[in-house]
């Protein structure tokens, strides 16, 4: 069964950090390119970032430049969201999808998400 699986979120104070972890079960990452999309209450989903098969990086938000990065580690199966510096709006649900090889629509395995609170 084709999984994906984020962990890693909570509740933080402003400026705090997080890293949220996507990880697949069912089949390899390494061939796919990893979105990180998010989705705050009342709002539509946005495109947060994406990690290609290749390890291409492309931001779809620029509010997230300068405080968001995303990796990923094949060995585990597994690709992260680093977020530093979070502010308020920030908050959301965030959810990791997969997709072949190129960061593009559509993306077609989504996880469930993780809860992202960021207040003081």
């Known amino acids: 069964q084709v999984q994906l699986v984020e962990s890693g979120g909570g509740l933080v104070q402003p400026g705090d950090s997080l890293r949220l972890s996507c990880v697949a079960s069912?089949?390899?990452?390494?061939?796919?390119?990893i979105g990180w999309f998010r989705q705050a209450p009342g709002k539509e989903r946005e495109g947060v970032l994406c990690?290609?098969?290749?390890?291409?990086?492309?931001r779809y938000t620029d509010s997230v430049k300068g405080r968001f990065t995303i990796s990923r580690d094949n060995a585990k199966n597994a690709v992260y969201l680093q977020m530093n510096s979070l502010k308020p709006e920030d908050t959301a649900v965030y959810y990791c999808?997969?997709?072949?090889?190129?960061?593009?629509?559509?993306?077609?395995?989504w996880g469930q998400g993780t809860q992202v609170t960021v207040s003081s």
């Open positions: 999808a997969a997709r072949r090889f190129v960061c593009a629509s559509p993306f077609g395995s």
């Open positions: 069912g089949f390899t990452l390494n061939a796919y390119a």
């Open positions: 990690i290609s098969r290749e390890g291409g990086v492309t």
